[in-house]
């Protein structure tokens, strides 16, 4: 039996998931400065009230899904390591990159929106900056000693950048290419 708490929490994920892809879908047509409260309402499906019962406005809208989504991006990358966090960096390629490129094909008009900097103060630099802090809080990472003088800011940093120019290519070529 689902709990009382859990069922709740599935209903405001469904909610703020309708609100998103209303937004989405509605930047993709036209630039975000002329979307209106009205309209994501509408295209969502929810009331008014429900909208406010989450948002103060589409600008504290805009700053939630980015922000949802650095956690989202974080979490992708950092879902195929060990519980712990903690990985001893011996200088081999470590690509979580299926994860979240099936979590881009998914999200693919957001990503399109990030990309393109089409959320005002959302500048893909930014999200990547954003992004590549999460990850060195997720990441407990310990360097042998032939690799030891790696930033790792900069380190998370660039691969951070290089997924995201990644999923720009990707989109760039139509998805054509699977995850």
Wanted: aromatic share 16%; with cysteine; hydrophobic share 35%.
């Amino acid at each position: 039996m689902i709990n009382y708490s859990m069922k709740t929490r599935k209903c405001e994920l469904r909610t703020k998931q309708a609100f998103q892809k209303a937004l989405t879908t509605l930047v993709m047509k036209k630039p975000f400065n002329d979307v209106s409260v009205s309209e994501i309402i509408n295209e969502s499906g929810y009331s008014r009230t429900t909208f406010y019962a989450y948002y103060q406005d589409k600008y504290d809208m805009a700053d939630k899904i980015i922000s949802d989504e650095i956690n989202n991006f974080a979490g992708c990358i950092s879902s195929p390591v060990r519980e712990s966090g903690h990985i001893i960096y011996d200088g081999k390629l470590f690509l979580p990159a299926l994860v979240l490129f099936r979590h881009a094909a998914e999200y693919r008009e957001l990503y399109h929106i990030i990309l393109n900097d089409m959320f005002p103060g959302h500048k893909t630099e930014n999200f990547c900056k954003k992004a590549a802090v999460k990850l060195s809080n997720i990441f407990q990472v310990e360097l042998t000693e032939e690799i030891s003088g790696i930033d790792m800011d900069l380190y998370f940093y660039i691969n951070t950048y290089t997924y995201m120019l990644l999923i720009k290519y990707w989109e760039e070529n139509d998805y054509k290419y699977s995850p």
